[in-house]
Structure formats: C-alpha cells, structure tokens
T-cell receptor, first 114, second 112 residues
Framework: GAGVSQSPSNKVTEKGKDVELRCDPI?????LYWYRQRLGQGLEFLIY????????KSGLPSDRFSAERTGESVSTLTIQRTQQEDSAVYLC????????????FGSGTRLTVV | SQKIEQNSEALNIQEGKTATLTCNYT??????LQWYRQDPGRGPVFLLL?????KEKRKERLKVTFDTTLKQSLFHITASQPADSATYLC???????????FGSGTRLSIRP
C-alpha cells in the first residue's frame, strides 16, 4: 500500500484480556519496527524485524508481550493479560532497512485498558 | 546508556521568524541523526537524515546541522508558518545498529 496501515485505530479492553494489534508495512520494506508512546512522552522501542526474523526484541517490557511477522509483510503485536500500564499508543514503522533510511510510521493503535 | 535530550519546554515563535530546536546526545557517537515531525493523534513523519560526515543538510525551509564534537544537532525552520506548529523529534541510530532511539520531542508553536 501507499503507507503503513495499523488496525484497529482504537482499542478499549478490560484488564486481563489479550489484545492483538496489526501492522501492514509498505510493500518492499524489509525492516519493521514497533514502538510504544505513552501520553505526553517519547517513543519507546519494542521490537525490530528484518524480514521475518526479530534480531532485536530488547524493548519488549515483559513476557506478556510478543510479536511475529509473516511473509515479510504483516506483523502482529500481542499483549496477553493486559494491565492498565499497557495503555498507550502503539506505533508501527517500516523502512527499506538499516539506519540510513527514514522510517515511515502508521497512525498507531490507541490502546486503553480499563 | 545512550541519552538524547531535547528541550521539553514548548517553543513559541512569531510567524515569519526562524525557529531553532536543539538535540543533544551523550554516551554514543551516532552515524546518523534524523528529525521527525509529529502532529497530535498521528505517527511521526520523517523529515531529514544527516550523516556523521555531513555538517549541514537543507530541504526547502528546513536546515539541520550535526556537530559531532559538541554532540549536538540543531534543526532550523526559516520563515516559520502556523502550519509548522507540531512536536519535533530527534532520533539517532543506536549502538546495536538495529533501531533508532527517539528523544522526547519539543513542541513548537508558531503564532500568527
């Protein structure tokens, strides 16, 4: 597609439920990234995919968080047993690969855990 | 660990003036430094990338400088317009070479 698409745009869930967030990157972009942005704060790195593998998962906050990417395309970020502190905007970005290229971000999924 | 500092206070500028935003970093020597614009409720939008061997880069009304001795980048918007009002994020490549790390951003407000 023309840009990075994320769904849903908004998600309200009850504490303890599992949620799945989806990201469709730009076609041909081999690198895909997930970031989290809490209200009024900067972007916090979660995980990086190169193709279908994840060489850097260092930002995942706990084992409740996991992500996968299939077909060098769509990625899903799963949060199990959600907690209120998981409330944030989850942003996905893709790039041609490497740090010499700018990232193209989606509009994010706003997750609210009640 | 790497640290990126941007002025957390909002910057208010009169329309037509030049806005200058600062990004300082410590504990690392990045090969690349990037600037993004973020509007409320939207994802960041890539503006410019500058390499460590480049002192300055320009794009239309935007200018970025990169001083690896001072460990600082300056981001300038000349002839500022109210439509330039947004939060501007500085980002640099990480030591692990797998991702970029973002500063917390500076909110810029251009008044007519």
């Amino acid at each position: 597609g023309a840009g990075v698409s994320q769904s849903p745009s908004n998600k309200v869930t009850e504490k303890g439920k599992d949620v799945e967030l989806r990201c469709d990157p730009i076609s041909g972009h081999t690198a895909l990234y997930w970031y989290r942005q809490r209200l009024g704060q900067g972007l916090e790195f979660l995980i990086y995919f190169q193709g279908n593998s994840a060489p850097d998962k260092s930002g995942l906050p706990s084992d409740r968080f996991s992500a996968e990417r299939t077909g060098e395309s769509v990625s899903t970020l799963t949060i199990q047993r959600t907690q209120q502190e998981d409330s944030a905007v989850y942003l996905c970005a893709s790039s041609l690969g490497g740090q010499a290229y700018g990232y193209t971000f989606g509009s994010g999924t706003r997750l609210t855990v009640v | 660990s790497q640290k990126i500092e941007q002025n957390s206070e909002a910057l208010n500028i009169q329309e037509g003036k030049t806005a200058t935003l600062t990004c300082n970093y410590t504990n690392y020597s990045p090969a690349y430094l990037q600037w993004y614009r973020q509007d409320p409720g939207r994802g960041p939008v890539f503006l410019l990338l500058i390499r460590e061997n480049e002192k300055e880069k320009r794009k239309e009304r935007l200018k970025v400088t990169f001083d690896t001795t001072l460990k600082q980048s300056l981001f300038h918007i000349t002839a500022s317009q109210p439509a330039d009002s947004a939060t501007y994020l500085c980002a640099l490549d990480s030591s692990s070479a797998s991702k970029i790390i973002f500063g917390s951003g500076t909110r810029l407000s251009i008044r007519p």
